[in-house]
């Protein structure tokens, strides 16, 4: 079956660049989404790309997609201690939804 | 952009009883809703598909007996856990599709509704 992948935790220091890392399996995804999950709250949408972009850009958040190496990564621009949650990276194929585990970014003052 | 309100977001029930969870799309119709569960610290997992005055669609390993959703108007899908036991207890959240946007573009997520089984 589909498989998406990500690294655990990622901990960088207020201010500076974080990359999230998501490798997926299913070469017939549409689309690639990155959501955010705080403490105890449902998820929030970041941002998406279709699959025939390499890259999107909106406002901090940067997607880069390499559809031949199957790579989604989302960089967060001057990373704030806001940004602490998990993001998770998912691939949508049909109606067909398939989430990453999930990483931890931790924002320290 | 759209909405989509869960309710409860946070029960707590003994064990055996039913407790229903209530997805709603605010400001938009929605003739397809999606189930999803999440354990701790575990990514989401889809457990069906809700279909607007059909049957639901669930995945495999999902027991359709115990986990009842009923589509019964184009903004409101709900799932019931019966008999439920501390197994269950778990993070429940749905997401619909913003139909124009549909299928090329998003889904909208609740903001989930946590069920604690005594």
């Known amino acids: 079956g589909e498989d998406v992948e990500q690294s655990l935790f990622l901990s960088v220091r207020e201010g500076d660049s974080s990359v999230i890392n998501c490798t997926y399996t299913?070469?017939?995804?549409?689309?690639l989404y990155w959501y955010k999950q705080e403490p105890g709250a449902g998820l929030q949408l970041l941002t998406y790309?279709?699959?025939?972009?390499d890259m999107k850009q909106d406002q901090r958040l940067t997607v880069l997609l390499n559809k031949k190496d199957k790579h989604l990564s989302l960089r967060i621009a001057d990373t704030q201690t806001g940004d602490s949650a998990i993001y998770f990276c998912?691939?949508?194929?049909?109606?067909?939804?398939?989430f990453g585990g999930g990483t931890r970014l931790m924002v320290k003052p | 952009g759209a909405v989509v309100s869960q309710h409860p977001s946070w029960v707590i029930c003994k064990s055996g009883t039913s407790v229903k969870i209530e997805c709603r799309s605010l400001?938009?119709?929605?003739?397809?809703m999606f189930w999803y569960r999440q354990f701790p610290k575990q990514s989401l997992m889809l457990m069906a598909t809700?279909?607007?005055?059909?049957?639901?669609?669930?995945e495999q390993g999902v027991e359709k007996d115990k986990f009842l959703i009923n589509h019964a108007s184009l903004t409101l899908s709900t799932l019931t856990v019966t008999s439920a036991h501390p197994e269950d207890s778990s993070f429940y959240i749905c997401?619909?599709?913003?139909?124009?946007?549909?299928?090329?573009?998003?889904?909208?997520f609740g903001e989930g509704s946590r069920l604690t089984v005594l």
């Open positions: 997401s619909a599709p913003l139909k124009e946007h549909y299928p090329t573009g998003e889904l909208f």
């Open positions: 299913d070469s017939s995804s549409t689309y």
């Open positions: 790309i279709f699959s025939n972009m």
């Open positions: 998912a691939e949508r194929a049909g109606n067909m939804l398939t």
């Open positions: 400001d938009f119709q929605a003739t397809t």
């Open positions: 809700s279909n607007e005055g059909s049957k639901a669609t669930y």
